[in-house]
């Protein structure tokens, strides 16, 4: 089949509020992720230089910080953030907010 439907319903839900579609829609090197999150929300620090894939932070709506070694970098929606893949992160919301996450090698 030449594409692949899901609805977030479907995704694999790793944490409250944290949809991980990539299996939902069958990708084979994409990760997709929807987050949706409450203000307040922090995520853990992390970064993908193992797997050496890097990753874009799309604010759909909230407002937002990440983190990038050290340096914070406030997003608005509409913004997007792409980081290195050993680059460290950590995202976290101020208010009430909804992320896209995509990561490839």
Same mark, same amino acid.
């Given at each position: 089949?030449?594409?692949?439907?899901?609805?977030?319903?479907?995704?694999?839900?790793?944490?409250?509020?944290?949809?991980?579609?990539?299996?939902?829609? =069958?990708?084979?090197?994409?990760?997709?992720?929807?987050? #949706? @999150?409450?203000?307040?929300? %922090?995520?853990? /620090?992390?970064?993908?230089?193992?797997?050496?894939?890097?990753?874009?932070?799309?604010?759909?709506?909230?407002?937002?910080?990440?983190?990038?070694?050290?340096?914070?970098?406030?997003? =608005?929606?509409?913004?997007?953030?792409?980081?290195?893949? #050993? @680059?460290?992160?950590?995202? %976290?919301?101020? /208010?009430?907010?909804?992320?896209?996450?995509?990561?490839?090698?």
């Amino acid at each position: 089949m030449s594409y692949t439907k899901a609805s977030v319903a479907e995704g694999d839900e790793k944490a409250p509020g944290m949809h991980f579609m990539r299996e939902a829609l =069958d990708c084979e090197n994409l990760g997709f992720t929807v987050l #949706d @999150a409450e203000a307040g929300w %922090s995520g853990m /620090e992390h970064d993908h230089a193992g797997d050496d894939h890097e990753e874009v932070y799309y604010l759909v709506e909230g407002t937002a910080t990440i983190e990038v070694d050290g340096n914070e970098v406030p997003m =608005d929606a509409g913004e997007a953030v792409r980081v290195a893949p #050993d @680059a460290t992160r950590t995202l %976290s919301a101020s /208010e009430s907010s909804t992320f896209v996450v995509v990561g490839a090698p």
